[in-house]
């Protein structure tokens, strides 16, 4: 719309003209509207096969399988062309019953460019524009910061450097010699087998501790060593150890526990689960084995094939040395083959899969990065037709005042302010809505960063710095323009 309308001063003289000789409003509103349609149709064809191009990354993109279907849904192909007509129609339908309007004698004199220069449509559609990038741009930015809090807050364990191997119910006959074999290796650390790991789903059971009521927990069953690979910490108490044979019916808590439970001294408190007390051995300090969208809830660690042994060892995880990481990762291979031959060696590191659980946040953050590129640059575009116009409708101005001795930056100057107050209400209209709707968004996580005052600043920034370098070409261009050339304009 505002391309059209900034282009109407060329079009006017047509439509004065073919007035003249004897051409009908209808006639020429329907002139500019097929225009506009075919426009739209040609940009419908571009855009069908940018998609088609385009496709297959953004499979990659969003991890999903898409496809369009043109011919295999019959409503997809005629949503598509009904929305490029309407999408055609909608944006002709301003500028040509404008051009259309003119009167033959105030077209061809161009009489209408100062009354149009403060179309409240045109203004108002610049702000919308810019108001949708200023949102964008905040969006992004707490996006970004949320996104980066979540891989520098302290989980509580050591996710690094931390090779899992999913065991199959067939390797879990040898895994006690596979994990022995792999201590050989001075790059192997320490490992160890467990029911599940950070990042994965825990299974939730019922406790009735001693002198409480009915809780429910987050139980792992896990080996000996599962405390050193993982990096946990201990608050109180001792982990489990092989120089005690009554392990296998105790069991450790985190913080979150004794913070339900309300218990001062916890140690040798018995809790009562799968018809058997289990003593509580040793207290770890809080970790996140779920995501940052939760608090961390209850849990409790008990061995391997003890209490719970219907649990099985699911995984084999192993602390490994930063240094010959590939070398590393081949010999567990060749032992895994030693032992298990015939059962796939299916391996994954431990910090790439608890970032999955944020695989829908960094979606959000690299979709909002490309739409505020794509708003910015739309939102540029009808700047740009604006200032064009409003460059044209002032040029006799500009014109007299380089006669008087106006200077090139003074111009641009003053033609540049009034697109500054464009600037300033897109912020005024955005900074609410982009706080209220990134507050929102924050609800997901039970950890999350403040909005800061300094995103909303940078977006101003960055907003008038696009509304002074887009509005500058035509600017400096009618500044620079010779004086005679602008009174004879008219």
Known sequence: MNLSTARSSNRALEVGVRKVLGSKRSQIIRQFLAESIVLSIIAFLFATGIVAILLPSFRNFVGKRLDIGYFNNPFVL?????????????SGAYP?????????????????????RNSWLRNGLVLIQFAISIFLIVGTLIVYQQLKYIQNEKLGFDKEHVVVIKSLPPAREKSDLF????????????????????????????????????ITMNLCCCD???????????????????????????????EATVKLLGWRDP??????????NLKVIGVVKDF???????????????????AYSFLDENY?????????????????????????????????????????????????????????????????????????????ARTKEIGIRKV???????????????????????????????????????????????????SFIFAAVLSFAIALITVSYQSIKAATANPVDSLRYE
């Open 404 to 454: 008087f001795g106006a200077s090139v930056s003074r111009i641009t100057l003053m033609l540049s302010r009034e697109f500054t107050k464009w600037a300033v209400l897109s912020n005024i209209i955005a900074w609410p809505i982009s706080y209220y709707v990134m507050q929102m968004w924050l609800q997901n996580f039970a950890y999350r960063v403040n909005i800061g005052l300094w």
């Open 288 to 306: 996140h084995y779920q995501s940052l969208h939760q608090p961390v809830r209850p849990m409790a660690l008990l061995l391997l094939n003890g």
């Open 267 to 276: 140690l040798n408190k018995y809790i009562f689960s799968n018809d058997q």
């Open 78 to 90: 005629p949503c598509l062309i009904g929305f490029a007509l309407v999408i055609s129609i909608m």
């Open 224 to 254: 000996y060593d599962f405390l050193e690979t993982l990096g946990l910490e201990m608050k109180i108490g001792r982990f489990f150890s092989r120089d005690y044979n009554t392990d296998p019916s105790a069991l450790i808590i985190n």
């Open 316 to 392: 084999i995880s192993a602390r490994v040395k930063s240094v010959n990481t590939k070398e590393t990762l081949n010999f567990i291979k060749r032992k895994w083959d030693d032992f298990f031959s015939g059962i796939p060696f299916d391996y994954s590191f431990l910090d790439e899969d608890y970032n999955t659980l944020y695989k829908n946040e960094q979606l959000t953050e690299k979709t909002f990065s490309i739409f505020s590129l794509l708003a910015i640059f739309i939102a540029s575009l009808g700047l740009f037709g604006l200032s064009s116009y409003v460059a044209e």
């Open 179 to 214: 994990k022995d074999s792999l201590l050989k290796n001075n790059t192997i650390i320490s490992v160890s087998g467990s029911h599940s790991l950070p990042g994965r789903p825990f299974d939730n059971f019922g406790f009735v501790p001693e002198g409480k009521d009915a």
């Open 96 to 116: 040509s019953f404008l051009l259309a309007s003119f009167q033959p004698t105030f077209a061809l004199k161009r009489q209408f460019l100062g009354q149009l």
